[in-house]
């Protein structure tokens, strides 16, 4: 992934995600690259359905814990619910703010954004993650950044080459916001069928991701109460009983 986003030709990172997590937008270069992939490592459309789940489990979890703002930080393309629709069902007067650095992401999230309620708002960003002062100080416009906020970095944070970069990134995304906020992630972690997997995602034009160990993913709470250590994010107050354990994995956690 380049500064400037994904290039407009070959599968991108949001497209072959959505494409693999069940939504419905994605060009042919995205799907060819998505169905090759499901096809032989089933292990990464179960990774990008459970993290479709988790943002819809920590969303509702956490408005219903009295958070009504949200910075969901690559937030890929939309896949229903999105993270406004979860929160506005909690609290109509949600307020979120959608930060990506895909220009096709935006176009689409804009036009949905005008589905929010009436008493909440939601607005898009063009942005890249890591120039946190501009997209803080863009998200002000729509988010009180005195009042507790959900920080969210879903499968995302593994196109950053270096864990340690990571982890500085979502330090300084929770260092600006106040005691009560949350923060969340997730990525795919460092097993066998993952490295297979993400060589041959690569091999076939996506974009690299980089895969984690639980502890370079914990690093990216440092200074945060993690809410349960850090797992596959399917065993995270799953949905249904006995759910299957996945190669995604993350946490929540709460700033004290
Ligand atoms: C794998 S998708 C995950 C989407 C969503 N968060 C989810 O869990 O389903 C990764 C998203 O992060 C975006 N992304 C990657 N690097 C980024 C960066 N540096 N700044 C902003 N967005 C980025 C990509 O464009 C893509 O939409």
């Known amino acids: 992934m380049s500064e400037h986003g994904p290039q407009p030709t070959g599968p991108s990172s949001a497209g072959t995600w959505c494409c693999l997590g069940g939504g419905q937008i994605y060009t042919e270069a995205d ?13 990464v459309p179960a990774a990008a359905r459970a993290s479709r789940a988790f943002l819809e489990r920590v969303v509702d979890h956490t408005a219903r814990a009295g958070i009504a703002q949200f910075l969901d930080l690559g937030t890929g393309l939309p896949v229903e619910p999105n993270t406004h629709q979860v929160a506005q069902a909690v609290e109509k007067s949600a307020r979120i703010v959608y930060v990506d650095n895909d ?5 689409h999230g804009r036009a949905l954004a005008n589905l929010g309620t009436p008493e909440g708002a939601v607005a898009y960003l063009d942005g890249d993650v890591r120039h946190v002062t501009k997209v803080l100080g863009e998200a002000a ?40 906020s949350y ?11 993952m490295r297979a997997a993400a060589a041959a995602y690569a091999a076939g034009g996506g974009p690299p991701i980089h895969l984690r160990t639980a502890a370079e993913l914990e690093l990216t709470g440092t ?32 700033k004290p």
């Open 183 to 193: 923060f969340a992630t997730c990525d795919s972690v460092d097993s066998s069928d």
């Open 223 to 254: 200074g945060l109460d993690l809410l349960a250590p850090v797992g596959p994010i399917s065993l995270w107050h799953p949905a249904e009983p006995a759910p299957q354990p996945v190669d995604q994995w993350g946490f929540v956690a709460r």
């Open 141 to 180: 416009r729509t988010l009180d950044l005195n009042r507790p906020v959900a920080v969210l970095m879903l499968s995302m944070l593994g196109h950053i080459e270096d864990p340690a970069e990571a982890g500085e990134i979502a330090r300084r995304y929770m260092s600006a916001v106040p005691p009560g």
């Open 103 to 107: 220009p096709t992401v935006l176009e």
């Open 31 to 43: 799907k060819e690259l998505a169905d090759a992939i499901g096809l032989s490592f089933p292990v």
